[in-house]
């Protein structure tokens, strides 16, 4: 695994590994435990088996110890030894982002059936603003930033279509419901990377 990013933000670290070993070879890292690479061996495609293992070693090889990858109900990972984490993965990629505040993060690979893919979860406006200037960059840049906010706010019931709203996407501007996103990009390699967090946080605390 060879880490091609990584950016601190306030006390949350973002990182993007890109996955070079096989599962072959991913089984063999001392990092993993009998537990991990039993759960590993459970699950039924290789793709899936190496986004398991991968987040594992990276967050071992971050954090420097013995450490256990859980999942909330909603699907959200945590690690005792961060108050908060996201994960993504794409193609061969890692993306993860842990610290003291909550982050949503997405990696995806531009592909042309995004283009295809992505009037399903835009609003009407959102899919007028798309059709502007459609790209298959424009398309990955709305999904990510869709699913972004999805794995900030953990909620399996919301709608992509109407809860999430990208105000503007040049802007970075998204909202959930009551809440407001900045949205950031990174471009590396073939693959963008999104992140989001609350922009109306400090706000609120100043008005209590």
Known sequence: MKEIFHKKILNTHIYVCKIISSYEEQIKNPLLNSAELISAKELK???????????RIALKNIFNKEL???????????????KHLSISHSSNFLALAYGDENIGI?????????VKLIPKVLSEIELMEFKKEPSIDLACKLWGAKEAILKYVADRNLNYKEDIK????QLGIATYLKMNFKVEF???????LTYVVRSDKKNKAAHH
Do not use: C, W, Y
Request: no cysteine.
């Open 45 to 55: 495609n290789e793709k899936r088996k190496k986004e398991f293992l991968s987040s």
């Open 68 to 82: 256990e990858l859980k999942h909330h109900t909603s699907g959200k990972p945590f690690i005792k030894e961060a």
């Open 106 to 114: 997405d990696i995806e690979k531009p592909q042309n059936r995004m």
């Open 166 to 169: 990208v105000e503007n996407i």
């Open 186 to 192: 990174e471009k590396m390699e073939n693959v963008i």
